[in-house]
């Protein structure tokens, strides 16, 4: 089991920033490619960033790229999402997820992910 806790959403104009972290526990946090999802009200989750176990490769959505990025502490179980530029429409519940290293599964896909978080709500206003 990997135990996953979001932190540092929270309402902010447009242009402005916020940074979310998650805290893992558990398992091997290195073992797990970690991700990013985003889901707004009535909307399906989709995916915001992704990095691999390593650090070493990152993935993000179009409509991020430029503006959001991810990093991760091996060391420290801790992976963090700083978010410039927001726009109203980054507005939603952000979640952190774990994929299993060598799983099957495409690393932008919810399904792929083993460990889910609880959210933190990002609102962003114009």
């Known amino acids: 089991q990997v135990q996953l806790v979001e932190s540092g959403g929270g309402s902010v104009q447009a242009g402005g920033s916020l940074r979310l972290s998650c805290a893992a526990s558990?398992?091997?946090?290195?073992?797990?490619?970690m991700g990013w999802f985003r889901q707004a009200p009535g909307k399906e989750r989709e995916f915001v960033v992704a990095?691999?176990?390593?650090?070493?490769?990152?993935y993000y959505a179009d409509s991020v790229k430029g503006r959001f990025t991810i990093s991760r502490d091996n060391a420290k179980n801790t992976l963090d999402l700083q978010m410039n530029s927001l726009k109203p429409e980054d507005t939603a519940v952000y979640y952190c997820?774990?994929?299993?290293?060598?799983?099957?599964?495409?690393?932008?896909?919810?399904?792929?992910?083993?460990?889910w978080g609880q959210g933190t709500q990002v609102t962003v206003s114009s």
């Open positions: 558990g398992r091997t946090f290195s073992n797990y490619d």
């Open positions: 997820a774990a994929k299993a290293r060598y799983s099957i599964g495409l690393i932008g896909t919810p399904s792929a992910y083993n460990y």
């Open positions: 990095i691999s176990w390593s650090g070493g490769n990152t």
